[in-house]
């Protein structure tokens, strides 16, 4: 049997029903509430481990009641649920610390795909007191291919990933970011390091992605990569991926946009948690 404990927070009945249902027989704990005010007045007597939080309530909205949660529990994970029309609001909650967002109609798989990492992120935090930067680091969810192209079919991602130019490099390779190879990169196969002003700040493998920012600003890269490992790398120029967006419909480009953002967000959120444990970070609230 499964003890983590899910709060659903929706104002639609039939929603949080399902929802409810489907986490309960996988062997999930859930509570419900019927808006923002309605779950902090539950999460007054008890923590969850995750929250499904609905954008558009009575009384408190999500965006609202993400605010208060963080407030009251910063490392809470919270995971947004929002129609195809609202997809500027999923990217406010992105900002504001939300772990990650599902359109409506929610599907089965989705749903139990993204709560089962969105559980292991939240064990991870839980579990990183006192650890090493090396042993907890690579288990914080990275930012990688499949969450890049998050919403995409098949047939789309194939079409964005051939775009790319595939180059192999050898141990000690630096890895060039500019446009006349590509600024963004997926990596293929292989582990290379991130610098920054000598120092490795990251490090990347099979399904990581890197410069993705670049696509928002030109400029914004000021690492150097290099490659630990023969590594094959895909080149992917900002050009090439206009052009890719020019030719398909707006909602693909928002939905790249969110991911984008989101990709970005949990890059910064990794960098923050590294330098917590660098500065002996602990969890615990402080005894009283």
Not at 39 to 43: F, G, I, P, R, S
Not at 73 to 82: D, E
């Given at each position: 049997m499964n003890n983590k404990k899910i709060m659903v927070v929706d104002d639609e009945q039939n929603i949080r029903e399902i929802i409810s249902e489907f986490l309960q027989e996988v062997g999930y704990t859930v509570a419900v509430a019927v808006d923002g005010l309605d779950?902090?007045?539950?999460?007054a007597y008890e923590q969850y481990d995750l929250y499904i939080i609905d954008v558009y309530m009575p009384r408190m909205g999500g965006l609202d009641l993400i605010s208060k949660l963080k407030e009251l529990?910063?490392?809470?994970?919270?995971?947004?649920?929002?129609g195809y029309s609202s997809i500027d609001i999923a990217i406010k909650a992105i900002r504001m610390g939300a772990y990650h967002y599902l359109t409506k109609p929610i599907q089965a798989e989705e749903l139990l795909k993204v709560v089962e990492s969105g559980l292991k992120h939240a064990s991870d935090l839980g579990d990183s007191s006192g650890a090493s930067v090396d042993s907890v680091t690579p288990r914080i969810e990275k930012q990688s291919e499949l969450l890049l192209l998050r919403g995409f079919t098949y047939e789309q991602a194939k079409d964005f990933k051939s775009m790319g130019t595939v180059v192999e490099y050898q141990y000690g390779d630096s890895i060039s970011l500019d446009e006349e190879r590509g600024s963004m990169i997926f990596v293929e196969n292989g582990r290379l390091?991130?610098?920054h002003n000598e120092t490795v700040v990251e490090t990347l493998t099979a399904g990581d992605v890197w410069g993705e920012e670049t696509f928002l600003n030109p400029s914004a890269?000021?690492?150097n990569l290099k490659a630990q490992s023969e590594v094959h790398v895909r080149h992917f120029k900002r050009k090439k991926i206009m052009e890719f967006f020019t030719y398909n419909d707006e909602t693909l480009t928002k939905r790249y946009m969110i991911n984008l953002i989101q990709c970005m967000y949990m890059k910064w959120r990794r960098s923050i948690f590294r330098i917590g444990l660098y500065s002996g970070f602990n969890n615990e609230k402080p005894a009283s």
């Open positions: 779950a902090l007045d539950k999460v529990q910063p490392l809470a994970v919270i995971i947004v649920t929002t390091n991130v610098y890269a000021f690492t």
